[in-house]
């Protein structure tokens, strides 16, 4: 069965240092992937996805970059941590046409 | 833009009675519209799909209707239970073979026993 892992689960990063998240996927090969960002009370906002490796497509401008070096591997940076960075971080991977499979969630915290 | 709205206001019932969650969308025409729940510090668990040329979807105790006319879906839970209490999100796909999601702020429920 496909699983995906996203780690960490908690992190608490001082304002203009780097950022490093990572999301993997198991059980399937050459899937979408996609990384939300839930602001507290907020929906959910596409980042980022890539449809393949070295493929990444951004939604928004932003202070974050984001890489596929592997199939089933998903990284979200970046270089200098602003305080509106903050949020819950989600890594999602779907079928072609079907629901998605969240990671657990990385909370980030910039002070 | 595409927009979607769900009531933001907590929706609060009694244990056995069928709660009824709204999502509205403007500026879009979906092939696809899902549902999913989130429990709190959680990522979201998909619950249903539903098609543009399916009127009604069902999965247990749930029901998912899809009125592409007054672009609104209807996500009915029945019977329901204090476990059944969460936020719950509805969302749109775009972006063709991409299956990007955009996604409402979600409706939290909260089932009294």
């Known amino acids: 069965s496909q699983t995906i892992h996203q780690w960490p689960a908690t992190l608490v990063q001082p304002v203009g240092s780097p950022l490093s998240l990572e999301c993997t996927v198991e059980g399937t090969s050459n899937p979408n992937l996609y990384w939300y960002r839930q602001a507290a009370g907020r929906g959910l906002q596409l980042l980022f996805y890539?449809?393949?490796?070295?493929?990444i497509s951004s939604e928004v401008p932003q202070n974050l970059s984001a890489s596929r070096p592997q199939d089933r591997q998903f990284i979200l940076s970046s270089k200098k941590l602003l305080l509106s960075d903050s949020g819950f971080y989600l890594c999602?991977?779907?079928?072609?046409?079907?629901?998605?499979?969240f990671g657990s969630g990385t909370r980030l915290t910039v002070v | 833009s595409q927009k979607i709205e769900q009531n933001s206001e907590a929706l609060n019932i009694q244990e056995g009675k069928t709660a009824t969650l709204t999502c509205n969308y403007t500026n879009y025409s979906p092939a696809y519209l899902q549902w999913y729940r989130q429990d709190p510090g959680r990522g979201p668990v998909f619950l249903l799909l539903?098609?543009?040329?399916?009127k009604e979807k069902r999965k247990e105790r749930l029901k998912v209707t899809f009125d592409t006319t007054l672009k609104q879906s209807l996500f009915h839970i029945t019977a329901s239970q204090p476990a059944d209490s969460a936020t719950y999100l509805c969302?749109?796909?775009?972006?063709?073979?991409?299956?990007?999601?955009?996604f409402g702020t979600g409706t939290l429920l909260a089932v009294q026993p």
């Open positions: 999602a991977w779907s079928p072609s046409v079907d629901g998605y499979t």
């Open positions: 539903i098609r543009e040329n399916e």
């Open positions: 890539s449809v393949g490796i070295g493929q």
């Open positions: 969302a749109l796909r775009y972006g063709g073979a991409t299956n990007k999601l955009i």
